[in-house]
T-cell receptor, first 117, second 113 residues
Framework: AQKVTQAQTEISVVEKEDVTLDCVYE???????LFWYKQPPSGELVFLIR??????QNEISGRYSWNFQKSTSSFNFTITASQVVDSAVYFC??????????????FGGGTRVLVKP | KAGVTQTPRYLIKTRGQQVTLSCSPI?????VSWYQQTPGQGLQFLFE???????NKGNFPGRFSGRQFSNSRSEMNVSTLELGDSALYLC????????????FGPGTRLTVL
């Protein structure tokens, strides 16, 4: 069965510091998708990034970057030069291609990020 | 393009009652999934609907049910409410499912007294 682990429950930083969020996943599928979502205090989950299991190229999108390593089953996410508005709970999620039809996300427990001015 | 909308945003019920939550997906999206979020269990998948059919189901009791209409709007129903059903219920839509990116609504906060 699939599983996502976010070992960090809470991270506190001062504005402009970089923040790296760890995510480790388990899956038996060879094709799967990984996501990062942000949940601000309002409660809505906001989609940030998505990665396919067959594409390990790491990218940067604005202040966000990610490091996907299949060898260690990790999909880490970094916010560069953090801002107060980045304060939220961040969730890593996994979706397997091979499961019996459907579009199910398995979420990690989330990491609360607090950015202090 | 309008995002996913959920109604109502807040709901207070008592044990034993039933409740219906509504979700309107992004225009053009045909898959709707429901998730429950609680402090203890985190985010858990309830079920997914596509073309008015339940395509996938999580590990929840039969008191939790849903349906999807021909316009892709979806409802979920919880019967015989229990205190433990207090949670944030999130709806997400995607184009056709099968690992498409899911976009979430603001959620319905259900409190069971």
């Amino acid at each position: 069965a699939q599983k996502v682990t976010q070992a960090q429950t809470e991270i506190s930083v001062v504005e402009k510091e970089d923040v790296t969020l760890d995510c480790v996943y388990e899956t038996r599928d060879t094709t799967y998708y990984l996501f990062w979502y942000k949940q601000p205090p309002s409660g809505e989950l906001v989609f940030l990034i998505r990665r396919n299991s067959f594409d390990e190229q790491n990218e940067i999108s604005g202040r966000y970057s990610w490091n996907f390593q299949k060898s260690t089953s990790s999909f880490n996410f970094t916010i560069t030069a953090s801002q107060v508005v980045d304060s939220a709970v961040y969730f890593c999620a996994l979706s397997e291609r091979g499961q019996a039809a459907g579009n199910k996300l398995t979420f990690g427990g989330g990491t609360r990020v607090l950015v202090k001015p | 393009k309008a995002g996913v909308t959920q109604t109502p945003r807040y709901l207070i019920k008592t044990r034993g009652q039933q409740v219906t939550l509504s979700c309107s997906p992004i225009s053009g999206h045909r898959s709707v999934s429901w998730y429950q979020q609680t402090p203890g269990q985190g985010l858990q998948f309830l079920f997914e609907y596509f073309s008015e059919t339940q395509r996938n189901k999580g590990n929840f009791p039969g008191r939790f049910s849903g349906r999807q209409f021909s316009n892709s709007r979806s409802e979920m129903n919880v019967s015989t409410l229990e205190l433990g059903d207090s949670a944030l219920y999130l709806c997400a839509s995607s184009l056709v499912g099968l690992t498409d990116t899911q976009y979430f609504g603001p959620g319905t906060r259900l409190t069971v007294l």
